[in-house]
């Protein structure tokens, strides 16, 4: 059984900053590859990253490469999404979620992860 804590959500400006963190339970993190997905006001919950249990590989969704970077360190249980230049459209509570196995690979799919967080509000103003 996994156990993950965000933080770090919270208000930005339009062109800000903001990092999230994932707090993980459990002696074998880096047996698990993980993710971050996003669901805004009225819509299905997306994709956003993953990472691989080494931290050497990673998948971003279209709409965030170039401006978002997952990462994470193993020896603190933690997966971190670094979000940069941020736009409005980026505002929607953010989930962090493990899966039981290190690959990457299908990393986009949610059912692809057996478990989730509580979730973070980002929340960018225009």
């Known amino acids: 059984q996994v156990q993950l804590v965000e933080s770090g959500g919270g208000l930005a400006q339009a062109g800000g900053s903001l990092r999230l963190s994932c707090a993980a339970s459990g002696r074998t993190f880096s047996h698990h590859a993980m993710g971050w997905f996003r669901q805004a006001p009225g819509k299905e919950r997306v994709f956003v990253a993953t990472?691989?249990?080494?931290?050497?590989?990673?998948y971003y969704a279209d709409s965030v490469k170039g401006r978002f970077t997952i990462s994470r360190d193993n020896a603190k249980n933690t997966v971190y999404l670094q979000m940069n230049s941020l736009k409005p459209e980026d505002t929607a509570v953010y989930y962090c979620?493990?899966?039981?196995?290190?690959?990457?690979?299908?990393?986009?799919?949610?059912?692809?992860?057996?478990?989730w967080g509580q979730g973070t509000q980002v929340t960018v103003s225009s």
């Open positions: 990472i691989s249990g080494s931290g050497g590989t990673t």
């Open positions: 979620a493990a899966r039981s196995t290190a690959w990457a690979g299908t990393g986009h799919l949610d059912a692809a992860y057996d478990y």
